[in-house]
């Protein structure tokens, strides 16, 4: 038997480094995710271009303005003088955020009314505009008790002027970087996408080149066969999982804080769902087309489902309930865990269980079914 096995794993894995496109698609593609991730995936909002529109130019417009252009967010790209000009800045998005003065301001603060400040936003990025919200309404509230303080000093009545000092401390991920966040969900795509592609892809070719009767004729058992197929796809992804593993921690620098072993342990328990999904397409597949666009009618919505991008708590409640049965939402949780809170099996077991089920139940209907259609 281990014979037999060996013979179709030497074949299955010349068979893939053979072709030139398959191996780009194996080494190249990985490499190109965790750069994109890596650079261009990123949530964090450390320059936001701002128009500065100051009608009132006083002592205390230019105060505020400099909170605002001196703070390491908003930074002045250009300074206007007409409500067109802002309209335009806007509708062309050549700023994000336009901070508007009104004359008076500077008026109202010395008489000690209230005075206002309108700072218009791009809301067509609503996660964007409500961080620049955020930053706008911490400056302002700054500025705001500084004014308080100032009046209450020059009364003579400091004492009475309270304040709370929030320090605020964000655990695992201490400067919420979000390539920290992302680059280990790419570990979770690549096994997912690639270990889809290579098994369907791979027995949907045997069928049309007419290899696929030649291994049913041979001395191969159903059980060989499929063990053959199945492990060298799980070999490269192991592989590709190391690669980015490994690029992630020392190019990028996310941190590691949790088992290697574990993380491997992982991914095996996982590509038995991934492997036995892909075998399941090649079933019902008859070309690699067909194969191709089955894998990616599951993955997409695997991939928007498991928290990846979009926490899961944020979805409609229904949503929340279907993605308990998506089981790249459990991978992701044991990756994250396992890079950035450095946990293990004692916090992780639940969620490896999860992936176990699952793997068991998907690789053995699958092998049931590719049995039924090679019999």
């Known amino acids: ?3 037999r096995i060996k013979a179709i794993l030497i074949k299955e894995f010349k068979q893939v480094l053979r072709d030139p496109r398959m191996k780009t698609v194996i080494l190249v593609s990985p490499i190109i995710q965790i750069l994109i991730f890596g650079y261009a995936a990123n949530k964090d909002i450390d320059f936001i271009p701002t128009a500065i529109y100051d009608q009132d130019n006083t002592k205390e417009s230019r105060q505020l303005l400099h909170r605002f252009t001196y703070s390491k967010y908003f930074v002045p790209k250009y300074f206007i003088n007409s409500q067109d000009e802002e309209d335009h800045m806007l509708d062309k998005g050549l700023v994000s955020a336009v901070l508007r003065i009104d004359r008076g301001f500077g008026r109202d603060i010395k008489a000690g009314k209230d005075a206002s400040v309108q700072l218009a936003l791009d809301g067509s990025d609503s996660n964007t505009a409500m961080i620049i919200a955020g930053y706008a309404n911490t400056i302002m509230s700054k500025y705001q008790y500084d004014l308080l ?7 003579g009545i400091q004492s009475s002027i309270a304040s709370v000092d929030l320090r605020d401390r964000a655990w695992f991920n201490e400067n919420l970087i979000s390539r920290n966040y992302y680059l280990p969900g790419v570990i979770a795509s690549i096994v997912t996408i690639m270990s889809l592609l ?9 069928k049309e080149i007419g290899t696929m009767e030649q291994l049913i004729v041979s001395p191969l058992r159903p059980f060989e066969l499929i063990f053959g197929k199945l492990l060298p796809f799980g070999v490269i992804a192991l592989m590709q999982c190391a690669l980015i593993t490994t690029l992630g921690t020392l190019w990028f620098h996310i941190p590691f804080r949790g088992s290697l072993l574990l993380l491997v342990l992982a991914t095996c328990v996982y590509l038995f769902t991934t492997l036995g999904i892909g075998l399941f397409i090649s079933t019902i597949a008859s070309t690699q087309q067909e194969a191709m666009m089955s894998v ?9 489902l498991s ?4 926490p899961i708590a944020n979805m409609p409640q229904a949503i929340q309930w279907f993605t308990l049965i998506n089981p790249m939402r459990y991978y992701l949780v044991i990756i994250r865990g396992i890079f950035l809170k450095g946990v293990g099996m004692g916090i992780l077991w639940v969620n490896f269980l999860t992936l176990l089920v699952f793997g068991i139940i998907v690789i053995t209907m699958s092998t049931l079914r ?3 259609k090679i019999a």
Do not use: Q
Not at 149 to 155: C, E, F
Not at 198 to 206: C, H, K, N, Y
């Open 149 to 155: 303080k100032s009046d209450a000093d020059s009364s």
């Open 370 to 372: 590719f049995r039924r």
């Open 296 to 304: 990616f009618l599951f993955y997409m919505p695997t991939f928007l």
């Open 1 to 3: 038997m281990f014979e």
């Open 198 to 206: 290579l098994t369907s892809m791979a027995i949907v070719r045997e």
């Open 307 to 310: 928290g990846f991008a979009y």
